[in-house]
């Protein structure tokens, strides 16, 4: 197995670039050709270092998938002329309608996506891997809930995020309990006005949207049955209802893995079956965490044919110690 130290070591023995630094793209784009020879395929790679609190206060939390991520995929899907293509995936998860964007620019272009999850994928990026027509997971790997999150500013400045249903349960849990007792409504005032009066109603349609995106892609990718539509509308309603239910999950965090996967019905493959593919594909996976851990970058959206769109942050060092990333404004390209 490709562990994060061998490849560190491989690393550190690669000739440096002119100014002593460490090439660090070049020995992870060779790692993505590794891949590609093995599967005959190009390889997509969208990775941001969201785990890393600096680099997330640096980028003042820009590692979630958006909308300037479509310009990061047309970027490396448009010079691509293959019909089948894999596409890895660490990302926390960002926008249900970024997922969507994000889908749509690779189905337009290849008609086979294989996703490939070599650690994690929660949230939106787990509704992009289940757009795929095949996925691959290593053993250890996870996705999760696709439950949609909500992020506002409560009356004492603070930002908070909180699951969409949390928030209706709430609301309902307040109007069962003021509408047998009203003296409570004072106790509940200051709880509901932080909310602001459409919280409610938009909870319910991003729940709704969410998993319309999640049930679409199933349908037409992976339980894709045009001989029996209607086996493949009640496989991909187990999955998104399984997927979906926060109430059962408890945390948007919760972790998901190839067991619980086919226990629903998803034909997930297990990446360690595939002792050579599965050693190319985690020396990639730990070439872009040393890649994240000794650069500014921390968005990595690239293929194996060379092209790149990667935003940075600005590291600066005041004598010996860690390097310490500043945003860079605007990001960068790369």
Same mark, same amino acid.
């Given at each position: 197995?490709?562990?994060?130290?061998?490849?560190?070591?491989?690393? #550190?023995?690669?000739?440096?670039?002119?100014?002593?630094?460490?090439?660090? +793209?070049?020995?992870? /784009?060779?790692?993505?050709?590794?891949?590609?020879?093995?599967?005959?395929?190009?390889?997509?790679?969208?990775?941001?270092?969201?785990?890393?609190?600096?680099?997330?206060?640096?980028?003042?939390? +820009?590692?979630?998938? #958006?909308?300037?991520?479509?310009?990061?995929?047309?970027?490396?899907?448009?010079?691509?002329? !293959?019909?089948?293509?894999?596409?890895?995936?660490?990302?926390?998860?960002?926008?249900? !309608?970024?997922? #969507?964007?994000?889908?749509?620019?690779?189905?337009?272009?290849?008609?086979?996506?294989?996703?490939?999850?070599?650690?994690?994928?929660?949230?939106?990026?787990?509704?992009?891997?289940?757009?795929?027509?095949?996925?691959?997971?290593?053993?250890?790997?996870?996705?999760?809930?696709? +439950?949609?999150?909500?992020?506002?500013?409560?009356?004492?400045?603070?930002?908070?995020?909180?699951?969409?249903?949390?928030?209706?349960?709430?609301?309902?849990?307040?109007?069962?309990?003021?509408?047998? !007792?009203?003296?409570?409504?004072?106790?509940?005032?200051?709880?509901?006005?932080?909310?602001?009066?459409?919280?409610?109603?938009?909870?319910?349609?991003?729940?709704?949207?969410?998993?319309?995106?999640?049930?679409?892609?199933?349908?037409?990718?992976?339980?894709?049955?045009? $001989?029996?539509?209607?086996?493949?509308?009640?496989?991909?309603?187990?999955?998104? $209802?399984?997927?979906? !239910?926060?109430?059962?999950?408890?945390?948007?965090?919760?972790?998901?893995?190839?067991?619980?996967?086919?226990?629903?019905?998803?034909?997930?493959?297990?990446?360690?079956?595939?002792?050579?593919?599965? #050693?190319?594909?985690?020396?990639?996976?730990?070439?872009?965490?040393?890649?994240?851990?000794?650069?500014?970058?921390?968005?990595?959206?690239?293929?194996? /044919?060379?092209?790149?769109?990667?935003?940075?942050?600005?590291?600066?060092?005041?004598?010996?110690?860690?390097?310490?990333?500043?945003?860079?404004?605007?990001?960068?390209?790369?």
């Amino acid at each position: 197995m490709a562990s994060w130290n061998a490849v560190r070591i491989e690393l #550190d023995k690669r000739p440096k670039l002119p100014n002593g630094n460490i090439d660090f +793209d070049k020995f992870r /784009r060779e790692k993505y050709v590794a891949v590609e020879k093995i599967t005959g395929r190009p390889l997509i790679v969208y990775a941001t270092d969201f785990l890393n609190k600096g680099k997330v206060s640096a980028c003042q939390g +820009d590692v979630e998938i #958006d909308l300037t991520d479509r310009e990061g995929f047309l970027e490396v899907t448009q010079g691509l002329t !293959d019909k089948v293509a894999d596409v890895m995936l660490y990302s926390p998860g960002g926008l249900p !309608d970024a997922a #969507d964007s994000i889908v749509q620019i690779l189905r337009s272009k290849f008609d086979q996506i294989r996703f490939i999850i070599p650690g994690v994928a929660k949230s939106a990026a787990t509704m992009v891997a289940l757009s795929g027509h095949e996925l691959m997971m290593e053993h250890n790997a996870e996705l999760g809930p696709i +439950d949609p999150q909500f992020r506002f500013v409560k009356a004492d400045g603070v930002p908070v995020a909180a699951p969409a249903q949390a928030i209706i349960d709430q609301f309902e849990k307040a109007q069962d309990i003021i509408g047998k !007792d009203p003296k409570k409504l004072a106790a509940w005032i200051p709880i509901l006005q932080q909310y602001g009066p459409s919280l409610y109603q938009q909870c319910l349609n991003a729940i709704e949207l969410s998993k319309r995106y999640v049930m679409q892609w199933l349908k037409t990718g992976m339980f894709n049955s045009p $001989d029996d539509p209607a086996a493949a509308e009640a496989a991909a309603k187990k999955v998104v $209802d399984y997927l979906g !239910d926060h109430n059962q999950f408890k945390s948007h965090g919760a972790r998901v893995g190839v067991r619980e996967l086919r226990a629903q019905g998803v034909p997930v493959k297990i990446l360690n079956e595939d002792r050579p593919l599965h #050693d190319a594909v985690m020396t990639v996976y730990h070439t872009l965490l040393l890649t994240f851990g000794g650069t500014g970058a921390y968005r990595i959206i690239e293929n194996s /044919r060379g092209d790149a769109y990667i935003r940075v942050v600005q590291v600066f060092t005041v004598g010996p110690g860690p390097v310490m990333p500043v945003p860079a404004p605007g990001g960068g390209k790369k």
